[in-house]
């Protein structure tokens, strides 16, 4: 992702790579660690240099080695509040309450929704300005979703996406869009109410199920080298629960991974295939 430099004048490759460096740290900690997966939420903690700290508005850090430090903002914790995440789920020159939401669906929950109706205008159709003055990404959402064909999936996917509206198109914190005052509170698909990251958060670790059910079938297609297919779900559902019962320790899902017979039989299978390649070639 490259924001657009007019809106985003600070933003630049080292502050990228910065982004990139604080994500691959917190789940480094939680493998070394043998924490729980959950922490990928949770942690109020994070890893920053110079560069991103004054990025985030935190006052202290200096220099450009990444440190551990606490975090006092419950906005900012785990990676719903990471840079890396909030930029990569925005378009260049604004925040993408749908692409927000879809990375939490199809990323964290396994779930994502289904592709928009191809005679549907994008967002971008939408008017930037009413009455003299620029609307809201929210506003212009609204606008958009008021066409039947795209209401049914924007009221599931939106509500999640405008819980980050807190932070802009670079994971830098605001209280204004467009001039006015952020309207984050949404309704998400069950009635729950939410107005910010940290009651997403908690929205979603009420029920941790679908959250540690895609985590696992993560890990075990990035073990087996292949997409996870419906005769793998026994395996997944089994390991999703042998972990919840160690407190979803990282080590339990690696273990699972390792100890199941997919992945055990992985290596017989490839010298099936390797013999008869063989045999035909013969």
């Given amino acids: ?11 630049d490759q080292q502050l990228k790579e910065a982004m ?14 043998d924490r729980s997966l959950l922490e990928l939420l949770t942690a109020d903690y994070t890893f920053v240099n110079e560069r991103l700290a004054r990025h985030y508005g935190i006052p202290g850090v200096t220099g450009t080695d990444f440190r551990r430090i ?6 900012r914790r ?8 909030l930029t990569l789920t925005s378009h260049a020159s604004r925040t993408s309450p749908v692409l927000r939401g879809k990375w939490v669906m199809e990323v964290l929950l396994g779930t994502p929704p289904p592709p928009p109706p191809p005679d549907v205008s994008d967002l971008e159709a939408t008017p930037e300005a009413e009455e003299g003055r620029l609307l809201t990404v929210r506003e212009r959402l609204e606008m958009h979703r008021a066409s039947p064909a795209c209401r049914s999936c924007h009221r599931v996917i939106d509500p ?6 807190y932070f802009d198109g670079t994971g830098a914190r605001r209280i204004k869009d467009s001039g006015s005052p952020i309207e984050a509170q949404g309704e998400l698909y069950d009635g729950t109410p939410v107005t910010s990251a940290a009651d997403l958060r908690a929205a979603l670790l009420a029920r941790p199920v679908p959250l540690v059910r895609a985590f696992t ?13 419906y005769y793998d779900m ?6 999703a629960r042998q972990a919840a019962e160690q407190d979803h320790r990282m080590s339990a899902f690696i273990l699972g991974v390792v100890n199941s017979p ?8 490839a010298v099936v295939d390797d013999m008869q390649a063989g045999s035909q070639e013969d």
């Fill in 217 to 229: 079938e993560n890990l075990l297609a990035y073990a087996l080298g292949r997409r996870v297919e």
């Fill in 70 to 75: 606490e975090i006092l903002e419950p906005e």
């Fill in 234 to 239: 026994p395996t997944v559902r089994s390991i």
């Fill in 20 to 33: 990139h460096r604080e994500t691959e740290l917190l789940f480094h900690t939680l493998v070394q660690e």
């Fill in 262 to 269: 997919a992945f055990r039989l992985k290596g017989t299978e």
């Fill in 78 to 85: 785990g990676v719903l509040g990471h840079g890396s995440v």
């Fill in 1 to 11: 992702m490259n924001p657009d430099v007019r809106l985003y004048p600070d933003f």
């Fill in 160 to 165: 999640i996406g405008l819980a980050l509206e």
